[in-house]
């Protein structure tokens, strides 16, 4: 079984910017290190804004830590772990990403069904309860 969804040729991305992809229902923003060398993923939603504007962000880092910066109102987010660097309480969920046959794919999580699914196995359960 393929656990990878496939988001876009790696070609698509570019050192230092973001991209937003869909993914199992979800809005994921996706960066390739400025180096070159390193992807990362995470939630596209930032929470203080209210909007899906992470893969617009800035990418910097502060000592050995990457982040990406909301560019809304600046908090900026590790990329590794999604951990906010400016406030203890915010933290964006990450995503599993890697390159593989010149693609940028992120690992499907089977416990995180897409929204879609979901509604589609509850109205299977209706029909047959009826």
């Known amino acids: 079984m393929n656990n990878w969804n496939t988001i876009c040729p ?8 973001g991209i937003c992809a869909l993914h199992q229902g979800q809005q994921v923003a996706v960066f390739l290190a400025a180096d070159g060398n390193a992807l990362y993923a995470l939630s596209n939603y ?5 909007a899906n504007v992470m893969s ?9 830590e990457l ?16 951990q906010c660097l400016d406030d ?15 693609s940028i ?7 995180k069904a897409s929204l879609q699914d979901q509604e589609q ?3 299977q359960e209706r029909e047959l309860s009826v």
Do not use: C, W
């Open 67 to 82: 982040y990406v910066a909301s560019p809304i109102y600046k908090q900026r987010y590790n990329l590794l772990t999604g």
């Open 121 to 123: 196995e509850q109205e």
């Open 56 to 64: 617009r962000g800035l990418m910097g880092s502060a000592g050995q």
């Open 10 to 17: 790696q070609q698509d991305l570019l050192a230092g910017v």
């Open 88 to 102: 203890d309480t915010l933290s964006l969920e990450t995503f599993t990403v890697r390159a593989n046959d010149n």
């Open 46 to 50: 930032d929470a203080v804004a209210d």
């Open 105 to 111: 794919q992120l690992l499907i999580e089977p416990h």
